[in-house]
Structure formats: C-alpha cells, structure tokens
C-alpha cells in the first residue's frame, strides 16, 4: 500500500487553523487523502478501532503513534499539535 500524496503547506495551515481537536486534525488529513479508516489505520500500522478512537478524541495517542501518523502522511510531528 503507498503513502498519501503529502498536503501541500497551504492545507496543513488551513487544517491546523480549523481542527479544534488533534483527533478533527487527524481525520481532516485522512479524508483529505481520500481514504476511509480502516485504509489509512492499516497505512499507519494501527487497529483500525484505534484510529477511530483517537479521531474521535476518545483516546490520546502516544507520541509513537504520532509518529507513525506523521510519516504517513508526510508531515512532521509538529505538524500534528494544535497552537
């Protein structure tokens, strides 16, 4: 399975100034690379119900997990934390 396209820098600004959850941020990039969450949990190396859980902002992902999200879809860490 491959990578998401990365967003361009325009859409990580746009999605990080709308999301007002890491979890809205981390499901904006997943629809943004047109995949449903059972793709992209299996893209990332996680249980799919996982995913779902940190999308909905019912579980706090590890900085590991953050970690595996960011190299998917080719944005940094930093990336992944709301200002």
Same mark, same amino acid.
């Not at 995949?35 to 992902?61: C, H, K, R």
């Given at each position: %399975?491959?990578?998401?396209?990365?967003?361009?820098?325009?859409?990580? !600004?746009? =999605?990080?100034?709308? !999301?007002?959850?890491?979890?809205? %941020?981390?499901?904006?990039?997943?629809?943004?690379?047109?995949?449903?969450?059972?793709?992209? #949990?299996?893209?990332?190396?996680?249980?799919?119900?996982?995913?779902?859980? =940190?999308?909905?902002?019912? #579980?706090?992902?590890?900085? #590991?997990?953050l970690a595996k999200? !960011? #190299?998917?879809?080719?944005?940094? =860490?930093? /990336?992944?934390?709301? /200002?």
């Amino acid at each position: %399975m491959s990578k998401p396209t990365p967003p361009t820098p325009a859409q990580l !600004a746009v =999605i990080r100034k709308r !999301a007002k959850t890491q979890g809205q %941020m981390l499901q904006t990039l997943r629809k943004l690379a047109g995949q449903s969450g059972p793709v992209a #949990a299996v893209g990332v190396g996680l249980n799919p119900g996982t995913l779902n859980a =940190i999308e909905n902002n019912t #579980a706090n992902p590890t900085q #590991a997990t953050l970690a595996k999200v !960011a #190299a998917y879809y080719g944005v940094g =860490i930093r /990336d992944l934390f709301l /200002d």
